[in-house]
């Protein structure tokens, strides 16, 4: 019986197999599912660790060196550089660096397992050919299998595979893979050019073409995405082109052909570039639309968000669309297709230790035509706004300004410019049981206006002076021995603001805020500057918390507070409102709690005591007890007799797995004072280790709110490769709360 033989030569550093480089074409895109099965070998990082001076070492049972040639038989084992070749004969040539195998083999390197039935190899030109082999690829936790008839690494680095397959499912699962005659890879360009291709999904040839080029690296390559088959119940079939344009590297653009049964042929192009200041996006769509006698259609929109250093940032925000139809018709969610006006927008923003600046400039287009001019917003052509503090002032005062010029411009409408400075100071006591903070502000605004007519002076100034004295306790006590707290905060808030007369004042900007919780704490009632409301009031907050003693989170809160008025409030946004006479506001009461491990909630409520009636409410319940196992209930009320606002609204959602592999989802958005449904979603889902299939039905109710618009959303997920189909994910993320896509 041979002993194992043990031979030792020394060769500089050279790299048989480049895992980096053949890895980065099979490197899976998606996460491996729990259900997977594990792979046939276990990368563990540092097990390939190589040295350029460790030497070859070969085993095996028995040797023979004649002419420079080693013939090895017997369980032959080759490592070098922290790569391990292993088969039962092996022939080395000393001389000239190469390594031949008949026979069946194995190879083991970083992140990487080959097997094949022979294979040539020189080290020293580091070039290698193999024959009907099989690859595992594993590379930071991501996997890519398959087989080829043949595999050689050319001399320039290139790697050429011919019949190869290439998947991401577990080995001998072949739910789907891509097959190509023949696969070129230039690691150096990091592109693969793969000829005669087929992708096959459950033996099923889905997609075959002559030639393709992909992307073997972080490198953007151009070419077409993955196709969109879609249905809408305005557009009907609908089959999405994409096609990547990789212009140079700080520019690219996709541009996609959208084909619709109902209305024809859409072009979307979505064009981005990059320079110093930011990136910039560009979309745009057109369509001559079948369904309105070939009518010019369109949308388009600019985005851009940069920065010049760490202090200067800028943002632009436009959009521009051809009919107020036009979302509605061609949009795909009831948020898109309500909007009544499309904003334009530039914007500067400086912001530096305690002082921050703004420069806008802001339009918008109606999209709506019916609404009257009256109630379409101002442009502000420019608004400038500053804010800045102070460091702590002697005997610990604090002080503050904040000011701001704005140009308010309409057609056919009072225009003009408003300057608006409101410099502060306040005296801010805290302590571990209490706060106590008096602040004093003063109010100077001045109006110049044009296109006044009757109604309003050309020039108009307003001074106010503001009192508020805020201040709160804070009681606590022990729940239990891991040191949980239940905390008692009362606080009191009194605002004083004298009456002033501003009916000569237009409206350009100003609104009433809804009554909440933060409401009881603000100095106007009001937002913008053209309203100032006179106060004199006393609001009462209560607030209790639990704080878990284990990791400090809050498990529950709640607050409930009302305004007592000790003077009418006179101020009001038109004189056709009435004065506010009441001595007490509403009741305002929030509630949000995680005090058991899989519940969540929420509850707001808004309760007039006079009418002894809810104003708004709205109330949610989550159940979580595990991923992919979520149920949400919320109700909304709002009965606002003063904004003639009234609705009652139950949603109810859920994503729930049943099995291994299936999830269920579905969302109900039901009206209860329109005895109707405002949106329907029943959603299914089959997810495995390599491939998911997603089918979902989405009937919403259309902008005019008389109809219904039904969607069909179907998508394949080859994980690995781009999706096939419609966005399924981001469907759900929109339609149930806590809902966050992990199948790629």
């Not at 013939?71 to 080759?78: A, E, F, V, W």
């Amino acid at each position: 019986m041979a002993l194992p033989f043990r031979w030792t030569h020394h060769i500089r550093r050279v790299q048989l197999f480049s895992a980096g480089l053949l890895g980065a074409f099979f490197i899976s895109n998606g996460a491996l599912g729990s259900q997977c099965p594990a792979p046939r070998f276990v990368y563990e990082p540092g097990t390939f660790e190589s040295n350029p001076d460790d030497p070859i070492v070969a085993e095996a049972d028995s040797l023979l060196s004649e002419d420079g040639q080693v013939t090895l038989r017997g369980n032959t084992s080759i490592r070098f550089q922290g790569r391990e070749l292993a088969a039962e004969n092996a022939r080395y040539n000393a001389a000239t660096g190469e390594i031949a195998v008949d026979g069946d083999l194995s190879f083991t390197g970083e992140g990487i397992q080959l097997k094949s039935n022979e294979a040539f190899i020189d080290i020293d030109d580091d070039v290698f050919r193999t024959g009907e082999s099989e690859y595992e690829l594993d590379l930071n936790g991501k996997r890519a299998t398959g087989t080829a008839d043949a595999m050689e690494q050319l001399a320039n680095g290139n790697f050429l595979m011919q019949g190869a397959t290439y998947s991401t499912c577990p080995p001998g699962d072949v739910s789907w893979f891509v097959r190509a005659d023949s696969i070129k890879l230039d690691p150096e360009e990091g592109i693969g050019v793969a000829k005669d291709l087929r992708l096959v999904f459950k033996g099923v040839p889905l997609l075959a073409l002559p030639a393709f080029s992909f992307p073997i690296s972080d490198k953007r390559k151009s070419g077409f995405l993955a196709p969109i088959l879609a249905r809408g119940e305005s557009t009907g079939l609908e089959l999405h082109i994409p096609w990547y344009w990789n212009i140079r590297p700080n520019a690219d653009a996709t541009i996609t052909p959208r084909l619709m049964s109902k209305r024809g042929a859409q072009l979307q192009t979505e064009w981005r570039y990059k320079n110093r200041q930011g990136l910039w996006t560009l979309d745009h769509e057109y369509l001559k639309d079948k369904e309105r006698n070939h009518d010019s259609r369109y949308f388009t929109q600019l985005r851009h968000n940069g920065s010049f250093n760490a202090d200067l940032t800028s943002t632009i925000v436009a959009r521009r669309v051809s009919d107020k139809d036009y979302l509605e018709d061609l949009g795909d969610s009831l948020q898109v297709a309500s909007i009544t006006h499309l904003e334009q927008r530039a914007d500067l923003n400086f912001e530096r230790g305690r002082i921050s600046a703004l420069a806008r400039l802001q339009s918008f287009q109606t999209v709506d035509k019916d609404i009257v001019a009256a109630d379409r917003p101002h442009r502000r052509l420019p608004q400038l706004k500053i804010n800045a503090d102070s460091e702590q002032l002697p005997f610990g005062l604090r002080s503050g300004i904040t000011g701001e010029f704005v140009y308010f411009d309409k057609t056919d409408a009072v225009t003009g410019a408003r300057m608006d400075i409101l410099p502060h100071i306040s005296w801010p006591i805290v302590r571990d049981a209490w706060f106590f903070k008096p602040s004093v502000s003063h109010r100077f605004s001045y109006y110049r206006l044009n296109n006044t007519g009757d109604e309003f002076d050309r020039r108009v100034s307003r001074n106010l002076n503001t009192i508020s004295v805020d201040s709160g306790l804070f009681f606590d006590r022990i729940l239990d021995d891991k040191g949980s707290v239940q905390t008692l905060e009362p606080r009191i808030f009194y605002l004083r603001v004298p009456f002033s007369d501003q009916a000569d004042i237009p409206l350009f900007d100003s609104s009433a805020f809804d009554f909440n919780i933060s409401q009881l704490f603000r100095n106007n009632r009001f937002s913008g500057a053209d309203r100032i409301a006179d106060a004199n009031q006393l609001s009462v907050a209560l607030t209790t918390r639990i704080i878990n003693g284990d990791d400090g989170q809050e498990r529950f809160r709640a607050s409930i507070g009302q305004i007592k008025y000790f003077d009418n409030r006179r101020v009001t946004l038109s004189s056709d409102e009435e004065v506010e006479t009441r001595s007490t506001s509403d009741v305002v009461g929030e509630v949000s709690t995680t005090l058991a491990a899989n519940w969540v909630g929420k509850g707001s409520i808004q309760w007039n005591p006079e009418q002894e009636q809810t104003v708004r409410s709205a109330l949610s319940l989550g159940y979580r007890p595990g991923p992919n196992k979520i149920i949400n209930v919320a109700h909304r009320v709002v009965n606002d007799q003063s904004r003639e606002e009234k609705t009652e609204q139950i949603d109810l959602s859920s994503i729930w797995k049943i099995r291994d592999s299936w999830r269920l989802a579905g969302r109900w958005n039901y009206s209860l004072d329109a005895d109707r449904s405002i949106e329907t979603l029943l959603g299914i889902e089959y997810d495995s280790c390599c491939w998911a299939v997603r089918l979902a039905a989405r009937r919403y109710i259309a902008d005019d709110g008389d109809d219904h618009d039904t969607s069909i959303y179907f998508q394949l997920v080859l994980k690995g490769l781009a999706p096939l189909g419609q966005n399924y994910g981001a469907l759900l993320e929109n339609a149930i709360l806590g809902y966050r896509d992990d199948v790629q």
